[in-house]
Each structure stands twice: as C-alpha cells, then as structure tokens.
C-alpha cells in the first residue's frame, strides 16, 4: 500500500469497476477474512477456508518436502504467486529458490507447485489452473487428493512446454524433481476419518 498504512477494505470497496478484469493491484487490496482469494484471468475466484483434513495434509507434506529439501532451495506454505497482472494464485505449498525468497509475492515460476484438493476447489477447474503454471513454466505441479478413504497424488512434470503426466500415485512414489523425496499418500492422511 502506498504511504505505508494499511487500510481495512471492504470486498466493495475493492472491487474493480463493472465490466472491467480484476487486476493484481485490486486483488491486494482485498480483505484478509480467511478465504483465499485467487485471480485467474482477471476473474476472481474465492474459496472456503480449508478444511482441517486439508491443513493437516499440506502440514504433514510441508514436514515431508521440508525434511528433504536441498540447501539453496525452501518449501513455502501458502504463498503468493503473481503469474501476471491479472492472475494470481496462492498454491498450497511451492518450492523454490533461496534467492526467490524476499518480496511478498513470488513473481517467477516455483520449482514446485503443490496444490491440496478441497471439495470447492474441485469445482475451479484444474485444467484452467494447470493451463495457468504451464504457460508460466512451472517445471512440476502435483495435485493431492487428500480423501482419506483413497488419497492419491497427480505428478504433472512440464515436457517441451507442456505438462505430461509423470505419475497418478495412490501408493508410495519417490519424486525426482525439484529433488529426490519419496511420499506415500496414505502417509498424508494417516489416522484421518473417512
């Protein structure tokens, strides 16, 4: 915010003039109420705070990718990444770079996006998500089903420019990009109730 003060804005106040795109710019000034609020496309997308299931698999994987995690490179929960003026994501986990780490958005491509399933977020369209990281060049986007009756992880690895399936993994996969870790999916939701 320019001047330095942080104004409490209502989702009104916001919000862009009828007709136009959401643009990066707006979507900052939305409020902080425990939604998490995307762009894609200049089209605002809001979802549901997660549920306890998801907090708990994206921590459990947090700890996963975390303890074999490289030095030169970080495990980020929930950051912001600016993948142009008008679309932004808040990924549930990525990995990238040291010397990415700094500002309060990530405006490069992560090494890894890792986005949770949730029922809402189902309903976004993942292609149009997917279509997002590639066009950005995320070299590897994994998708968690975090059911815990059947969870299951989706490995996308970018190939020529486009994402090709490397693994669709409901039993233990060892990942070798951005580095070498091994998870098993029922490990993510050990313990949960179906």
């Known amino acids: 915010a320019e001047g330095g003060t942080m104004n409490v804005v209502t989702i009104s106040q916001a919000w862009p003039a009828a007709g136009r795109p959401f643009t990066v710019a707006e979507l900052d000034r939305m409020p902080d109420d425990g939604r998490r609020y995307e762009l894609l496309d200049g089209a605002l997308v809001v979802s549901p705070r997660p549920t306890t299931i998801h907090q708990v698999v994206a921590g459990r994987l947090y700890g996963l990718l975390s303890g074999a995690c490289p030095e030169g490179l970080c495990v980020v929960p929930e950051p912001a990444v600016e993948l142009g ?3 932004e994501f808040d990924p549930d986990l990525v990995v990238v770079r040291m010397d990415q780490i700094g500002g ?3 405006t490069e491509p992560p090494l890894l996006v890792v986005e949770i399933r949730s029922p809402s977020t ?3 369209d993942l292609n149009r998500k997917k279509a997002a990281y590639e066009r950005f060049g995320v070299p590897s986007y994994w998708i968690v089903n975090p059911d815990p009756a059947q969870p299951e992880l ?3 690895e ?3 420019g486009r994402y090709a399936l490397a693994a669709k993994a409901s039993g233990p996969f060892t ?6 870790v091994s998870i098993a999916p029922a490990d993510l939701t050990r313990g949960l109730r179906h």
């Open 158 to 160: 970018l190939r020529d």
């Open 154 to 156: 989706t490995v996308l």
């Open 104 to 106: 309060a958005k990530f």
């Open 122 to 124: 189902a309903l976004i």
């Open 85 to 87: 003026p008008q679309t």
């Open 175 to 180: 990942a070798g990009r951005p580095f070498t």
